[in-house]
């Protein structure tokens, strides 16, 4: 095995384990990795299986669940029988996006606490207070972020762009 082998198959592991520490499994993690350094962008199941060294059956799971997810889409080439998966493009702002739904439930959980707790000593609701007033410091900040990330993406991507040629 050559050392560029061995930096690719630790990159997967090593996206797998980030991945795995947000909650998803470690499968998932090492597809995304895969998908992350592939040469064209896209590969089969078979050659994902192929170069992660797995199952088609937890290979299949891990794509269903970043479908799902709505992390990667599922291509078809012409001329070919097989599907192909892909990175969506943009997936990081999208994924980051998606977060408002999540925001919201935070949101809600610590109104819900805070009602229960209502009549109860300031140091009680504390922890509640923290999680709404952090959640709701987000509510105001992500539509600036966003918009921010939009105006320069381009201007970044060029730059990382002409660092890593």
Not at 50 to 74: C, F, H, P
Not at 87 to 106: G, I
Not at 128 to 147: R, Y
């Amino acid at each position: 095995m050559t050392a560029q082998s061995r930096a690719y198959r630790q990159f997967i592991e090593d996206t797998g384990d980030m991945i795995d520490e947000h909650g998803l499994p470690h499968m998932a993690g090492r597809v995304v990795g895969a998908l992350l350094v592939c040469v064209p962008s896209h590969r089969s199941l078979d050659e994902l299986a192929d170069v992660l060294q797995a199952s088609k059956g937890s290979i299949s799971m891990a794509t269903q669940l970043l479908l799902r997810l709505g992390m990667i889409e599922r291509i078809s080439v012409p001329g070919e029988r097989r599907h192909y998966y892909r990175l969506l493009p943009d997936v990081w702002s999208r994924l980051f996006a998606q977060r408002d739904d999540h925001t919201e439930q935070h949101r809600r959980i610590a109104r819900q606490g805070l009602e229960l707790l209502r009549g109860e000593s300031v140091e009680a609701k504390e922890r509640l207070l923290e999680m709404l007033v952090f959640f709701d410091f987000i509510v105001e900040e992500l539509p600036g972020f966003t918009e921010r990330w939009r105006a320069r993406r381009d201007t970044l991507m060029t730059e990382r762009m002409n660092e890593y040629r």
